[in-house]
């Protein structure tokens, strides 16, 4: 089957590289998010599928849009037959939805209609959900409300950070997308309408997603710590600089009488309260410094008695 791939991350990969490398398959095109600065020194780098797309000498396109005419020429004289879409990070317009015979399949990663919108993997571990899946569904004009034609269910556990999460998803979206392709090209794959019911969005993560409220219970710092790693990633502030956190740990014997983001400091752990128990910090990472042990970056910041995360350099909470 002649197939369009829309897709930027990494967790667009394994799906590429099998349409790649199937033996039924032709990548005729790609689309992805435009090459973007990163580092120190502000150069440009590819996503990392237009990257691996041009070492494979695909034909690749970075439209700032889909709405423009010569993109949409690009598209119709492609002669997709179907179109697949993974994490791409744009809009296909009303005006191309037909365009491929079989439409755009999009493998998002929740079990519609749960977890519609851009972060669906990173809401689901903020809100304590133990399982998860991926959709294969057709795009239509809604959010994600588009027909299912399968999915597959996957555990989360309760060390899984949203990273590691999206990486298992990644994996596991393989076989489905294939599966889906090779039902469409027998005639067999019947899509389903989602239900009403069970709808939950799962917009964009912004940085403020990530700044840490030490006087939520425990396992809700927890799950928010670990829905936003990598990114955007958890921070809370110490005397007044930035912190960045690591997964952290819910101690279930921790110490209650600590006052929200009070440390208390030992020679291998450093404890923080909260508005339950208290949490075990792992990595972190003080402004302008690489990651490291809590346990090394305490005996470094040698916080007096009573010192608090989360407070501004005069003492006020932040």
């Known amino acids: 089957m002649r197939v369009l791939f829309a897709g930027t991350p990494e967790v667009a990969l394994p799906v590429l590289r099998a349409l790649m490398d199937h033996e039924e398959h032709e990548v005729v095109g790609v689309l992805t998010r435009a090459d973007a600065r990163r580092g120190r020194g502000r150069t440009l780098h590819p996503s990392p599928v237009a990257a691996l797309a041009r070492e494979a000498g695909l034909d690749v396109r970075t439209p700032a849009t889909l709405k423009d005419e010569d993109t949409q020429a ?6 997709a037959q179907v179109g697949v879409v ?3 990070g744009r809009l296909v317009p009303p005006a191309l939805l037909d365009v491929p015979a079989h439409g755009w399949l999009n493998l998002h990663f929740s079990l519609l ?10 809401r689901a571990v ?3 959900d133990r399982v998860t899946g991926a959709s294969v569904f057709r795009l239509e004009e809604g959010l ?7 999915t597959r269910t996957v555990p989360v556990t309760r060390h899984d950070t949203a990273g590691d ?21 027998r005639g067999s794959a019947v899509a389903t309408a989602q239900p009403e019911q069970g709808v939950s969005l799962a ?5 403020a997603d990530g700044v840490v409220d030490w006087s939520r219970p425990a396992e809700q710092i927890d799950r928010q710590v670990r829905g936003v790693t990598p990114a955007p990633g958890a921070r809370t502030t110490y005397l007044g600089t930035s912190l960045r956190l690591g997964p ?8 209650a009488t600590l006052a929200p983001g009070e440390l208390h400091v030992t020679k291998r752990e450093v404890l923080v309260g909260t508005g339950s128990t208290s949490v075990r910090l792992g990595l972190v990472a003080p402004a302008g410094k690489s990651w490291m042990e809590a346990s090394a970056w305490a005996r470094g910041a040698r916080p007096v008695p009573g010192t608090r995360l989360g407070t501004s350099d005069d003492g006020q909470a932040r």
């Open 74 to 79: 690009w598209v119709r004289g492609l002669g």
């Open 86 to 88: 993974v994490a791409y």
């Open 113 to 122: 209609p749960a977890w519609r919108g851009a972060a669906p993997v990173q």
């Open 126 to 128: 903020m809100a304590g």
């Open 144 to 150: 994600d409300t588009g027909p299912v034609y399968a």
């Open 165 to 185: 999460l999206l990486t298992r998803l990644a994996d596991e979206g393989v076989p489905l997308v294939l599966d889906v392709l090779s039902g469409l090209a």
């Open 203 to 207: 917009p964009v993560l912004v940085p």
């Open 248 to 255: 952290l740990e819910a101690v279930a014997e921790g110490d």
